[in-house]
């Protein structure tokens, strides 16, 4: 079941994409509306923002939104895990770029060791004095009942994988490295957590996919282009915010430090591979289709991998107009309403052990 929603703000021309808006319907989960009370409960209870902050700007940052918009057919529990976690995702990030802007490489080394070893024994970090190496073992534990070992020691190996790629940016920005395009988009496929949001979508679908449909051409290349969409999205909206901040990690800022391209160059470019992520997309989607409907030889287990297919196709393709709205209705991209654009007033300035 799916339920659309009827608000929708406003676009600024330059980041507008009318496919977007005219071939990707908005689709919201029914349980939406209890989520952002619940994942505000859960900030506060495992205290990963102040109070204030949370009664203050936890709503307006529209995590749950972003995550009830993708996984749509989820259960609610398992929705209401996957919203929780993205928010702690979001606040882990926050979190990433204070010790580097405050130069505490030894706080962020600790906290990177610490999320390493709660991602392999989850139950032992749940009352770490840390709260979001404790935050992130809860988030661990609810989501390792979702599905088999196999897909639990599948999302832990991805995900050791995005700890370590966020471990180099923070060397890279405590060094100046701007990375070169390619190794950009290497690095930012990690940090943005591709795989992560792509495991989750079988836990919604109730299925573990085999193998061999992971690994099919047709299915990565759909499930690459959802994620890459988001990514390279996500870096045109969010190029003013990391230029205030003197960020180093946006194609964007790629583009103009090894390619000499000018700011205005810059966002064309990134323009034009965020169209083409939505081509590369609708080209992928009918082949993942049809191998849905390759399966359905009138098995059960047949059957039971062309529904889940159908399910996971369907919600990256949910993830294109989810990440669009997010970008212009969440208050982590409105620089221009900050007292200091270099400082978003819903982040805690104290190191995990103050």
Aim: with cysteine; aromatic share 10%; hydrophobic share 40%.
């Amino acid at each position: 079941m799916q339920t659309r929603t009827q608000t929708q703000t406003a676009v600024p021309p330059a980041l507008a994409l009318p496919v977007i808006e005219e071939a990707f319907p908005r689709n919201l989960h029914p349980y939406w509306p209890k989520l952002q009370e619940k994942t505000r409960s859960w900030l506060l209870q495992k205290r990963l923002m102040p109070a204030d902050k949370v009664e203050k700007y936890a709503d307006g940052l529209c995590y749950t939104d972003l995550m009830a918009g993708y996984y749509i057919g989820a259960p609610d529990d398992l929705l209401s895990a996957i919203c929780d976690y993205s928010a702690w995702f979001f606040v882990w990030d926050d979190r990433h770029d204070r010790d580097v802007i405050h130069g505490r490489p030894d706080a962020w080394r600790r906290l990177a060791v610490q999320l390493h070893a709660a991602l392999e024994a989850p139950q032992l970090h749940l009352h770490h004095r840390d709260p979001l190496v404790a935050a992130f073992a809860d988030s661990m534990v609810r989501l390792n009942g979702s599905l088999t070992r196999t897909w639990n020691a599948r999302f832990a190996r991805h995900f050791h994988v995005v700890i370590d790629a966020y471990d180099q940016e923070f060397r890279n920005r405590t060094t100046g490295t701007v990375p070169t395009v390619e190794e950009y988009i290497e690095l930012r496929r990690n940090t943005f957590a591709h795989w992560i949001w792509l495991d989750l979508l079988e836990p919604t679908a109730q299925y573990e996919l085999p193998e061999r449909v992971l690994e099919s051409p047709a299915y990565r290349r759909a499930a690459l282009a959802c994620q890459d969409f988001a990514a390279w999205y996500n870096d045109l909206c969010s190029l003013p915010k990391e230029l205030a901040g003197d960020e180093l990690h946006n194609l964007g800022i790629s583009l103009i430090q090894h390619e000499g391209l000018s700011l205005e160059e810059a966002v064309e470019e990134v323009r034009r591979r965020v169209r083409g992520c939505i081509s590369e997309f609708l080209e992928a989607e009918p082949e993942v289709l049809r191998m849905a409907d390759e399966a359905a030889d009138g098995t059960l287990a047949g059957e039971s991998l062309a529904v889940a297919l159908r399910s996971c196709v369907s919600n990256m393709r949910n993830w294109f107009s989810s990440v669009y709205w997010f970008h212009h209705e969440s208050g982590r991209y409105q620089v221009d309403s900050w007292d200091d654009r270099a400082t978003p007033p819903y982040i805690s300035d104290q190191a995990g052990d103050e």
